[in-house]
Nanobody, 121 residues
Framework: QVQLVESGGGLVQAGGSLRLSCAAS????????MGWYRQAPGNQREEVAF???????YYGDSVKGRFTISRDNAKNTVYLQMNSLKPEDAAVYYC???????????????WGQGTQVTVSS
């Protein structure tokens, strides 16, 4: 059984920073991409950033220059450092990981439970 557990959300003032973490655990054989999506009420889910297992990164246009994604492969953990936060960054942030579990032949996407980020103006 594979599980992703997120932490680090909360309330911050506009211009402030937060760091999200997402740790994968369980019977993991290999992890490819790890990343983050977010969803605000009434909005579609938006891809925020991802990082490949070779550390290639992608950022959504709305967060470029403000957010930084990184991963620690030894800890099966992905991080999202969010700086210069804006009220429009407020959303539930979900991490995901493309994982091949032990004994499996294919990679499957696993998701975290979501963590709330609130930005006050």
């Amino acid at each position: 059984q594979v599980q992703l557990v997120e932490s680090g959300g909360g309330l911050v003032q506009a211009g402030g920073s937060l760091r999200l973490s997402c740790a994968a655990s369980g019977s993991i054989f290999s992890i490819n991409d790890m990343g983050w999506y977010r969803q605000a009420p009434g909005n579609q889910r938006e891809e925020v950033a991802f990082v490949s297992n070779s550390s290639t990164t992608y950022y959504g246009d709305s967060v470029k220059g403000r957010f930084t994604i990184s991963r620690d492969n030894a800890k099966n953990t992905v991080y999202l450092q969010m700086n210069s936060l804006k009220p429009e960054d407020a959303a539930v942030y979900y991490c995901y990981a493309h994982i091949r579990s032990a004994g499996a032949t294919k990679f499957v996407d696993y998701w975290g439970q979501g963590t709330q980020v609130t930005v006050s103006s």
